[in-house]
């Protein structure tokens, strides 16, 4: 996989989803960041078992991967465990 070269998907810190990157890596060979305060996420889409991926990272290690069938959800899951308690409201 290779970085979609734009801004990223999801951002705590603005509360949005990026709906144009959405659609440019949904089904493609891309991921984008989730940007946030207290971790970083890595996000794709894997058309085999039709969910959308996060891999959570904090302090560059590796500490879970999410799974969801849309990106608010996602964003709404990983946030609320990583997220230092800062609420976003996704949009």
Known sequence: MREY???AIISNLTGLINQEIE??????DYF????????NGRIWWN??????????????????????DNLQDLAHEVD????????????
């Open 5 to 7: 070269p734009d801004d």
């Open 23 to 28: 659609q440019k890596i949904k089904g493609s």
């Open 32 to 39: 984008s960041r989730y940007s946030a305060w207290n971790f």
């Open 47 to 68: 058309d085999e078992i039709g969910y959308w991926c996060c891999e959570v990272w904090q302090y560059n290690n590796y500490v879970a991967t999410y799974l969801a």
């Open 80 to 91: 609320n465990k990583y997220g230092g308690g800062e609420k976003a409201s996704f949009i």
